[in-house]
């Protein structure tokens, strides 16, 4: 079964730091797409941060850019999300997602989200 299971959220203090991991199983994790996406109360989902299947081409929300580094280890099939200079605006729950698309196929698999909270 497709699993991405995430963890490392936490409480943190503003202008703290906190490593997000994302453990994925029953796919092919080298051949995915791996992106954070966040939301929070009355927001819409946002992306956060992509990194391709190959390589190593990364994208960032503006809002977190330069701030936000989003790195892939295949061997340990784990994608990370290392968050510095956090802001209280940061909070939300952060979720991994998955993409392949395979000709006219889209495969797309999320996990259950794990809480960031940024406050004093």
């Known amino acids: 079964q497709v699993q991405l299971v995430e963890s490392g959220g936490g409480l943190v203090q503003p202008g703290g730091s906190l490593r997000l991991s994302c453990a994925a199983s029953g796919f092919i994790f080298s051949s995915y797409a791996m992106k954070w996406y966040r939301q929070t109360p009355g927001k819409e989902r946002e992306l956060v941060a992509t990194i391709a299947s190959v390589g190593g081409s990364t994208n960032y929300a503006d809002s977190v850019k330069g701030r936000f580094t989003i790195s892939r280890d295949n061997a340990k099939n784990t994608v990370y999300l290392q968050m510095n200079s956090l802001k209280p605006e940061d909070t939300a729950v952060y979720y991994c997602?998955?993409?392949?698309?395979?000709?006219?196929?889209?495969?797309?698999?999320w996990g259950q989200g794990t809480q960031v909270t940024v406050s004093s």
């Open positions: 997602n998955a993409e392949f698309g395979k000709r006219n196929v889209l495969y797309n698999y």
